[in-house]
């Protein structure tokens, strides 16, 4: 059975959360004189002189109603390698607790691990891609804190397989993070509508991608209002600025054009990976759910050193396990696409092989 007692570290539940005077007076107050910002104002036409809200009301308030949940079931992060690292800090003990990804996946788990001082186990995908359910269970121990699964997973592109998702969350006593960082580009709905049947469920997902706030840095979190509790004690009180605040509420009423724009990047995917089926020496497009795609070629690494001759930086990932000779590809505009495939058509004269 899972207990969050028990997988939260000490020191976190024994933490008294930062307070700020704002935080033990509520009601409408005329003078503030309680934070030592510049009362004068700021150097710009608009004044960023407060501090902002540290709990982020009117985001979450908007971004409930667009995802379906009540905002305590929300945590939102300066980007979700913010998210990422108080997963780290709120449960697993540095040089004590481990954790289990299922590489090739996104290499901030890792990163992330590694400065908190935490143990990685993998259980590598199946050469299909899919999570190996039995190798997993192999490397759970009692000090097992989070099983990190990225679904549509980067770099190969495909979503995981919901009944072995599911088959991870029934059977894990730790937490199950489901990194949904690319769902809108997905053909499988999100997890987060699960919260409510498995509260070792986290839900990862970002404003980087379908929304084109990458800038912004802002990372959303979904779990039980019990997690989530734990790591908005944890993260900094003002971790999510004012600026990004204030433009991530305007985005938030523009759901039409960013599904709008996910519609026309998933028509485009399609369209290039028919493109990159019919060229010359590539091996395999893999079906992508992403907005990218992963592409095997003959030469991998000379085709990519190529393209940046040509001022086109692809994501070189030949070198990773089960990507042997793959290229990662994000989806651009029509103009930047076309010159990318005119890029690779260059590739093939140069090599001698017929378009
Ligand atoms: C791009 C990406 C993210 C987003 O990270 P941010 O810090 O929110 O920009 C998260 N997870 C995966 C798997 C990604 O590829």
């Known amino acids: 059975m899972f207990n969050l007692d028990k997988i939260t570290r000490d020191n976190i539940k024994s933490l008294v959360a930062y307070s700020s005077a704002r935080d033990e007076f509520s009601g409408e107050a005329k003078v503030f004189l309680d934070a030592n910002e510049n009362s004068l104002g700021s150097p710009l036409t608009k004044w960023y002189n407060r501090y902002p809200d540290p709990h982020q009301v009117a985001v979450k308030t908007a971004l409930s109603q667009v995802k379906g949940i009540a905002p305590d079931h929300i945590l939102l992060g300066n980007g979700s390698d913010e998210c990422i690292d108080l997963l780290f800090r709120c449960f697993c003990n540095p040089s004590k607790d481990n954790v289990i990804i299922c590489p090739p996946t996104y290499g901030m788990y890792e990163v992330s691990a590694n400065v908190n001082a935490v143990e990685i186990r993998k259980a590598p995908l199946l050469e299909n891609f899919q999570l190996d359910l039995i190798h997993l269970e192999t490397l759970v121990d009692e000090n ?164 940046l001759t040509k001022g086109i930086v692809l994501r070189d990932r030949s070198s990773v396990k089960l990507c042997d000779d793959c290229l990662r590809i994000t989806i651009g505009t029509e103009k930047e696409n076309t010159i990318l495939v005119d890029a690779f058509a260059e590739w093939f004269d140069q090599i001698q092989v017929a378009v």
């Not at 029934?170 to 919260?195: H, R, S």
């Not at 709008?260 to 060229?279: S, W």
């Open 144 to 307: 097992t804190k989070l099983i990190w699964l990225c679904s549509p997973n980067n770099p190969t592109g495909n979503s995981l397989n919901r009944a072995d998702i599911e088959t991870v969350l029934n059977n894990f006593n730790g937490i199950v993070v489901v990194d949904e960082a690319y769902i809108n580009f997905a053909k499988q709905k999100t997890f987060i509508q699960e919260l409510g049947e498995y509260p070792n469920l986290v839900v990862l997902q970002t404003f980087s991608k379908a929304w084109g706030l990458a800038g912004l840095r802002l990372g959303m979190t979904f779990a039980s209002k019990e997690i989530i509790a734990i790591l908005n004690k944890t993260k900094p009180p003002y971790n999510i600025n004012q600026v990004t605040q204030e433009l991530a509420l305007k985005a938030l009423e523009e759901v039409g054009q960013v599904n709008d724009m996910i519609n026309d990047l998933v028509d485009m995917r399609e369209a290039l990976a028919e493109v990159f089926e019919q060229m010359p020496t590539v091996e395999k497009v893999y079906p992508s759910d992403a907005n990218f795609l992963l592409v095997k070629i003959k030469q991998a690494r000379k085709v990519y050193e190529f393209l």
